[in-house]
């Protein structure tokens, strides 16, 4: 795999606009009399940065405040954004979209809401003045250095590729245009979306509702016990009417103390003990596969919760899972998804070293048989299925959990990634989300840093987003480090073997042999050592490939380890 050297954005055609010219300000920034606070704030980040690019620090004015005699860049509900026809719009630009519109003596941004306008500023901040953010931190920020600056004509209205989008959160996450569990200054700016996935535990909590109502859990074993576990058990009987109005009940009461919320989860909490009693196991249908054990008592629950919710709060989604033991949609024909449920499909127990839509997962050849893993043909077949009776689909992505990360060693999946996502963009997806781990971004950023571009806009260059990195990221070690990682991506295509979180076998010595061979990690140490000697004395480089160097070292330990225990 090699990038090309494709053009990542276009240049804004002639004529230019003078923002900077040799480090003094030509141009403003212009604000409503009452900017929100997302507005002021993208004012400043406008200011910060073009003031860090270029040394001039262009003055954030108030409409009918200062004269009109040099350029403008106009942030959020001004009468300028009025005068251009910018209209808030949702259908047209997305939740959180924006118009960027050159109009006369200003260049106008609005967002369909105020996150959007920052976004809005992020893009003009990305595709027209360099600014790049690779990674958490001041290590992963590049701000281009300039004396005089300019902007051409533009005339973009953006619509983001998926409604919500969750890859990485905080800071590093909002100047990515992601939406959830996003920050600016400390404050949660993005989707009110309350709690993330497994919610039984949160709902009915086993230590105030156990000594006085037993029977609203499962029956394991003849038994209704509960543990000590925050995270696994302490399963409800999801059949027993008394748990479905309460935990209605505990949702609206949530809701009704903060109305802002628009998305809260419900889901079984994590691993197994689900109800043995005859009421729930009726509720099953015979001959299914684990995929599908209880995937018709759950949507029964769900659409039941849903329905007691939507009475006091219509508006709210309410985010199920299709996860595991309830993959599959229930074959029942007479069941159809409420219309306030959001579910969410868990691409775990599939394959991820095959893209999505390739047909490349092939019994006997590229993975043995086993009950809790099945080839992507059948993940696609079971995505398909639920589009059909559900309104909302999100995807949950596994980029850190199991496979070949399980075993400690690098994880290459840009060759899926890049190609998933707009899959899941093309079939509907609403939203999509990935597990991420902060402290993995040394080994795996690459893969992070292509899915929130790819989740913002799903129609960018893969390969130019990956020249575009490469380039800014390491600047004169590119060449090495480009041969570096994409090397590792094509050890693990021409493996060609299925690996998964379910999958016995990818996260063991056999396949640090076949994948990470020594002839494969000769190379990418050469082009290692080639990047090191590169950036000698260029500090930010140096530490970047440094990062890359303990991923390396690490490797070699854990297959030294892995062939020791062979």
Not at 116 to 122: A, D, E, K, P, Q
Request: net charge negative; aromatic share 12%.
């Amino acid at each position: 795999m090699t990038p090309t050297d494709a053009r990542l954005y276009e240049p804004a055609p002639d004529p230019q606009a003078a923002i900077v010219t040799e480090s003094a300000a030509v141009a403003r920034i212009l604000v409503s009399a009452e900017p929100s606070f997302l507005e002021d704030f993208a004012a400043r980040e406008l200011q910060d940065y073009i003031l860090r690019i270029s040394g001039a620090s262009l003055p954030i004015v108030v409409e009918g405040e200062a004269s009109a005699d040099c350029f403008a860049l106009a942030i959020g509900a001004t009468n300028a954004a009025d005068a251009a026809g910018i209209v808030p719009d949702e259908r047209v630009m997305g939740r959180d979209g924006f118009t960027m519109r050159s109009d006369g003596e200003a260049l106008v941004i609005r967002g369909s809401n105020d996150l959007g306008t920052l976004f809005g500023v992020y893009e003009l901040l990305e595709r027209h003045f360099g600014v790049r953010w690779y990674m958490p931190g001041e290590i992963g920020e590049v701000v281009p250095e300039a004396e005089t600056l300019s902007l051409g004509q533009i005339d973009l209205t953006f619509k983001p590729s998926f409604r919500v989008r969750w890859v990485g959160d905080g800071e590093w996450g909002l100047h990515q245009r992601m939406n959830a569990f996003v920050t600016a200054e400390g404050r949660d700016v993005g989707v009110n979306w309350k709690w993330h996935f497994h919610t039984f535990r949160r709902l009915i909590p086993p230590e105030e509702y156990h000594g006085e109502h037993p029977e609203y859990f499962a029956l394991v074993d003849g038994e209704r016990k509960i543990t000590d576990s925050k995270t696994h058990g302490n399963q409800l009987c999801t059949s027993n009417p008394d748990v479905v109005r309460e935990v209605g009940q505990n949702m609206i009461e949530v809701l009704d103390e903060d109305p802002s919320i628009e998305i809260i989860a419900l889901s079984p909490n994590d691993g197994g003990g689900f109800c043995e009693c005859e009421r729930c196991e009726a509720l099953d249908e015979p001959g299914r596969d684990w995929f599908a054990k209880y995937s018709r008592r759950l949507a029964l629950f769900n659409n039941e919760v849903a329905r007691l919710v939507a009475g006091k709060h219509p508006d709210v989604m309410i985010k199920v899972g299709a996860y595991a033991m309830y993959a599959r949609p229930p074959l029942d024909p007479d069941w159809r998804s409420e219309d306030n449920l959001l579910w969410q499909l868990c691409h775990i127990y599939f394959c991820h070293n095959h893209p999505l839509g390739s047909d490349r997962c092939e019994a006997g050849e590229t993975f043995e048989p086993s009950d809790d893993f099945r080839p992507n043909r059948e993940y696609e077949r079971i995505l398909e299925q639920w589009t059909e009776i559900a309104e909302h689909l999100f995807i949950y992505e596994y980029y850190t959990l199991g496979g070949v990360s399980g075993a400690g060693l690098p994880w290459p999946l840009v060759h899926t990634i890049r190609t998933d996502i707009p899959w899941y963009r093309d079939r509907g997806a609403e939203g999509f989300y990935t597990q991420l781990s902060d402290e993995l971004f040394y080994r795996q950023g690459i893969n992070y840093y292509l899915a929130t571009k790819l989740a913002w806009n799903a129609d960018l260059d893969p390969d130019a987003l990956l020249a575009d990195y490469f380039s800014g990221f390491y600047g004169r070690a590119a060449g090495p480090m480009e041969h570096f990682w994409m090397a590792l991506e094509q050890a693990m295509i021409d493996w060609d073997r299925c690996s998964s979180y379910g999958l016995d076998g990818t996260a063991d010595a056999s396949l640090g042999s076949k994948v990470f061979t020594p002839e494969v990690m000769e190379g990418v140490g050469e082009a290692l050592e080639e990047a090191e000697a590169a950036v000698t004395a260029e500090r930010v480089y140096e530490e970047r490939v440094a990062l890359a160097r303990r991923m390396y070292d690490e490797t070699q330990a854990t297959l030294a380890e892995l062939r020791a225990e062979q």
